[in-house]
């Protein structure tokens, strides 16, 4: 294991299930994760796999009263988030950590003009600090944010309703309102996959560029392993709200162990010809009801029995690069 230094993010162990009718969703089955100061990175895996749930965890924004948290800590810069009061989750969304969403329409709100929208998030940030927030400095860290984000005209942005803007140009404002206020780490929930792909990519580099720029820290969602290759440091593979493998970008796309991983990376189209991409068969278990070992067991091709008795734990298979899966204890 990598020594604990500059740790900001360290989740233990979380578990998360879903009230519904007839029972809980088991969730979230012991997820770990671990993000550095600076660090970027990715949390890949398919739809539904838990990884929306996993990030709105750290900002507390699951829908109360919908859910159950029967173990687990996260801790940010060495405190656990579980075991925060209200004011210090408020300066922890309004100061330290934000999150980007994948689709910008939903993100903002249709009656409030761009300006308004921007400002109050500078002006919450700002209150927790000084008493006084004159509207002549909000005005002009609105329009920073929104020239980092490359938006033209921003002075005139500002009047803008989000109705009148393009998809693009709602990403990018989402993009400014999250780094308005100089966070620590950014969550960006698959940005931009709501629009066209030229678009989704600008976004993409535009995000890369700004962390890049600022030091900031990304936690980045996708279901694209090509994505979070050209985006990351280190990436987690999440299947069935486990993480089945981490490693560092370069050592997961060399050396890739766990079949969930080899399958993903299987399931990437290639424009070099070799047909179609293959997929996984199979899919996500019911939550109701999953499987007691492995929960990629009934899916996997190489499943022993002892895959479906315990769920196998993370183990190191080179420095840094940890997989769940008893083939690589072998
Ligand atoms: N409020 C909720 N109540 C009940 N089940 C939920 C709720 N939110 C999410 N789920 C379920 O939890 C599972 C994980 O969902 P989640 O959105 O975290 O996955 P994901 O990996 O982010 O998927 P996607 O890539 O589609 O966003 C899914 O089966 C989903 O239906």
């Not at 970027?40 to 109360?64: D, F, N």
């Amino acid at each position: 294991m990598e020594a604990k230094e500059n740790v900001l993010l360290d989740i233990k162990d979380l578990h998360i299930w879903y009230r519904v009718y007839g029972g809980y969703l088991k969730v979230l089955n012991g997820v770990n994760l671990i993000l550095r100061e600076g660090e970027r990175v990715g949390l890949v895996g398919e739809a539904g796999c838990g990884k929306t749930t996993t990030m709105k965890s750290i900002l507390q924004i699951l829908p109360p009263g919908d859910f159950l948290i029967p173990k687990g800590e996260i801790y940010y810069k060495g405190k656990d988030i579980l075991k925060m009061n209200s004011s210090e989750i408020q300066r922890l969304r309004s100061r330290e950590i934000a999150m980007i969403f994948q689709d910008p329409t939903a993100a903002l709100n249709p009656v409030f003009t761009v300006g308004t929208q921007i400002g109050d998030v500078i002006k919450y940030s700002i209150a927790l600090e000084e008493k006084k927030v004159h509207k002549e400095k909000i005005k002009i860290l609105s329009v920073k944010a929104l020239k980092e984000v490359s938006l033209p005209d921003p002075e005139r942005m500002l009047v803008n309703y989000p109705f009148q803007l393009s998809g693009g140009m709602r990403q990018r404002v989402c993009i400014a309102m999250a780094i308005s206020s100089n966070r620590n780490l950014l969550i960006a929930d698959e940005p931009g996959t709501s629009l066209d792909v030229t678009i989704q990519d600008q976004i993409l580099r535009l995000l890369k560029e700004i962390v890049e720029k600022k030091g900031t820290s990304i936690i980045l969602i996708t279901h694209s392993l090509g994505v979070a290759r050209e985006m990351t440091d280190r990436i987690y593979v999440m299947y069935a709200g486990t993480i089945v493998e981490t490693a560092l970008t370069k050592d997961l796309f060399r050396n890739p162990v766990h079949p969930y991983t080899k399958g993903l990376l299987a399931s990437v189209p290639k424009l070099s010809g070799g047909g179609i991409a293959k997929g996984i068969p199979g899919r996500i278990p019911d939550y109701l009801n999953p499987p007691q070992g492995c929960r990629f067991q009934p899916r996997c091709q190489h499943a022993t029995c002892s895959c479906a008795e315990n769920p196998p734990q993370l183990f190191e298979v080179e420095k840094g690069h940890l997989v769940a899966c008893y083939l690589a204890q072998r």
